[in-house]
């Protein structure tokens, strides 16, 4: 009776566990009605290192009595030229302006602003802008959303024109310039979007000079404002390729020198361009539209240096590491896929000859010195990924050649990760480098996440602030690689444990993954830990023998239903701007606007199955498994009949990474990156189950009874003369013996006519 029970309790177990760690959210304070009067000022193009005290100095000094932050620019378009981010700016949602751009920069287009009275301005293609955001774009952008949303607002300029202007076409009041004294102007309406002009040059003279006059225009704004206002300066586009990071400063009552923060990034001192829009509405107190918009209020936090240059330096630095990782992720990830591509085809001889034969006829065994440095290079190979995150660590992005510098640092961390695991004390067991390249790669993501996800904003191997998708928690690549990791320490240490006790430990270790992946606090991945429990729940039912039957994969199935239905129960009774990414669904869902996400996600896995190195690592890997190590000669069979936990942890990361990757859009980023783990482990473990398979000699404490250790060799003695598991705790109990010994002995009874050789073949499931 109770053997039934056991599935139904750990399922209970891990759902409980999974919901527990997906409930609470972090606040980030509530905005409030502080305003009355609102200016938004925009200066396209302008970055954190643009403002100095002696070039900017009316700049240099709202900053330092106001909030500031990074301002990630994204549009519905990439780069963000001008005129998609005063687009995107009014309607608080990615959009675009409608035409065609040649070789992906930022074209001089110039945006008709008809004045047919003196008073407001009209614009002539707002009609087919709205079509065009509605119609092919997959955001429902409303452009104008945000003039709508307030009685009458005012634009200077023809950028602050397209943020103001109405669906159709109108703007309430317009000035093409900023006047002598704009002050009647900009009291005039609640809200004023005022366009200080564009720093675009790539000369600093000029830059420098383009600067100067934004902050002269900036002057007059501020001389004339309003009482009782919030004023706002943004960088609020790119004006070329790399995007950048840019400036976002708010000033007035209630903003006094603090780190701008919005629940959109849920990252202190981050926020987006969407978010400026219903930053000014919450500040007048006017109610949001609905639907409309997909940024969220941002608020000012505490914690910013007193000292404004120390303060600033910090967004400048972050730009700065952001500018460099794309090129340096870009090579990166293509060398790691050539590596295991080229890896992968030197490792298929060995395989085919690695198993020694019984009698005096056979294929000529390898040299040990060369599967001892393929095995160093599996090794290197499983731990490059944690070293690039670790890499981090170090400013390499400030030298001149920020490529060679990231390269040199991860190179020593690889090698250092490498002699780590070599002089370990289990190295010499079949499982030993398995358990200690797991443990390194779960470590170092599980320690970064703990510690606020440093070493994945804006790094190499986590995600960019310029790409607008991820600003905390667990990224793609960290996902995919705490997937593997932490499973295949479950089952190294299940398979250390007695046969009863295995699923216990699988859960208990994957139950704290799920809670480090699904915690608001930790890795903020609502999917990923949905799909992590699926992962979980596999292994932990076949992680003490037998196959994946029907029953066992309903309970796992039911598992995952189970914590996404809990999830979305908690998570709908949220307010809007604090839902996690499943509640936020099934409120699209139940407002009809479910499409729109489904098709943003389908799209942009198939952008991403096309255009990512890590499909290749993906698919190379999950060829090199279904053509060669599951083959008959290839030892994985051998590997998963000795060890079932271990076949358990990678059935478990299989379907965890595959159901990760779908849910969350990144197609096969997040098996790439776990197969970068989990495929040189499998081969290297393999290729020393088959050194092992003609073993013809007796375990310790057992006479008689079969065992996994060496060919020929003394009981306990490797190839090399290092300790096997057979010696030691790694092959099954808690005795020591190997798992053929305690596993099925009245199996094993059975075949002593063949031989204590043809009994070590048998697999134990």
């Not at 001089?108 to 002539?124: C, F, H, K, M």
């Not at 310039?177 to 900009?186: N, R, S, T, V």
């Amino acid at each position: 009776m109770m053997r039934r029970l056991i599935p139904v309790l750990l399922t209970l177990l891990v759902v409980a566990l999974g919901i527990t760690a997906l409930s609470a959210r972090p606040g980030t304070g509530d905005p409030e009605h502080s305003a009355d009067f609102v200016v938004l000022a925009g200066v396209a193009g302008l970055r954190w290192d643009d403002v100095d005290p002696e070039i900017t100095p009316a700049l240099w000094r709202l900053a330092e009595e106001g909030s500031i932050g990074s301002l990630a620019v994204r549009s519905a378009h990439r780069p963000t030229c001008p005129v998609d981010g005063w687009l995107t700016l009014g309607a608080g949602n990615f959009a675009a302006w409608h035409g065609s751009r040649p070789g992906g920069g930022c074209p001089a287009a110039g945006v008709a602003v008809e004045q047919p009275d003196g008073i407001g301005a009209y614009l002539p293609d707002q009609e087919n802008v709205v079509a065009h955001n509605r119609d092919q774009l997959a955001w429902g952008a409303t452009p104008g959303a945000l003039s709508e949303s307030v009685r009458c607002s005012v634009a200077v300029g023809p950028g602050a024109a397209v943020a103001a202007a109405r669906p159709f076409g109108r703007v309430d009041r317009y000035a093409p310039d900023l006047p002598a004294d704009p002050a009647g102007l900009l009291g005039s309406c609640v809200l004023s979007i005022v366009d200080l002009g564009t720093v675009d040059s790539a000369d600093p003279a000029v830059r420098a000079d383009q600067a100067r006059q934004a902050d002269a225009r900036l002057v007059r704004v501020l001389a004339a404002r309003p009482p009782r206002s919030l004023v706002m300066v943004a960088g609020v586009s790119d004006t070329d390729t790399p995007s950048r990071l840019h400036v976002a400063v708010a000033n007035g009552p209630g903003w006094e020198r603090g780190w701008l923060t919005s629940p959109s990034t849920t990252r202190q001192g981050y926020l987006q361009l969407v978010d400026l829009a219903p930053t000014a509405l919450a500040a007048l107190g006017r109610p949001m539209p609905e639907r409309l918009f997909l940024g969220s209020a941002a608020v000012p936090v505490g914690g910013r240096p007193a000292d404004l240059r120390a303060a600033i330096d910090v967004p400048a630095d972050a730009d700065r590491e952001a500018g460099a990782r794309r090129p340096v992720a870009d090579w990166f990830f293509t060398l790691l896929a050539v590596a295991q591509v080229a890896l992968a085809v030197a490792v298929l001889p060995l395989l085919r000859r690695a198993r020694r034969h019984a009698g005096p006829h056979g294929p000529q065994p390898v040299s040990r010195r060369v599967v001892a440095t393929v095995e160093l290079l599996l090794i290197a190979a499983a731990l490059a990924v944690p070293a690039a995150l670790l890499a981090d660590a170090a400013p390499w992005w400030r030298g001149q050649y920020a490529g060679w510098w990231f390269t040199a640092v991860t190179v020593l961390l690889i090698v250092g990760g490498t002699a780590a695991v070599r002089f370990s004390p289990g190295h010499g067991r079949t499982l030993g480098p398995l358990g200690a390249v797991a443990g390194l790669a779960t470590l170092v993501v599980g320690v970064d996440v703990l510690t606020g996800s440093r070493l994945q904003l804006n790094g190499v191997i986590g995600y960019s602030a310029l790409d607008g998708g991820r600003y905390a928690g667990l990224g793609t690549v960290g996902l995919g690689v705490f997937i593997a990791g932490s499973l295949l320490c479950g089952g190294w240490l299940a398979q250390r444990a007695p046969r009863a006790w295995r699923p216990m430990v699988m859960v208990v270790i994957g139950g704290a993954a799920v809670v480090t992946v699904g915690s608001p606090y930790l890795g903020a991945d609502s999917t990923g830990a949905i799909a992590l429990t699926a992962g979980v729940s596999v292994a932990a039912a076949i992680c003490a023998g037998g196959w994946l039957t029907m029953t066992r994969l309903a309970w796992a199935t039911m598992a995952g239903l189970a914590l996404t239905v809990g999830f979305a129960m908690i998570d709908l009774r949220r307010a809007a701007a604090d839902r996690g990414s499943v509640g936020r669904f099934l409120a699209a869902l139940g407002e009809g606007t479910g499409g729109l996400t489904v098709h943003r996600a389908s799209t942009a896995n198939v952008e991403t199955l096309f255009h990512s190195p890590l499909t290749v690592l993906a698919l190379v890997g999950a060829a090199l498994v279904w053509l060669a190590l599951l083959q008959p000669w290839g030892g994985l069979v051998r590997l998963f009949g000795i060890y079932p936990a271990v076949r358990a942890a990678m059935a478990g990361t299989a379907v965890a990474a595959g159901v990760g990757g779908l849910l969350g859009g990144v197609a096969l980023d997040v098996a790439g990156a776990a197969a970068a783990l989990v495929v040189p482990m499998a081969a290297l473990a393999a290729l020393r189950v088959l050194d092992h398979a003609t073993d013809r000699t007796q375990p310790r404490g057992r006479p008689g009874a079969a065992d996994s250790g060496i060919a020929g060799r003394p009981a306990g003695a490797g190839r090399s003369g290092t300790p096997d598991e057979s010696a030691g705790p790694d092959g099954g109990g808690t005795d020591g013996r190997a798992e053929t010994e305690t596993a099925e002995p009245a199996r094993l009874a059975r075949v002593p006519a063949q031989g204590p050789a043809a009994a070590a073949e048998m697999p134990t499931t």
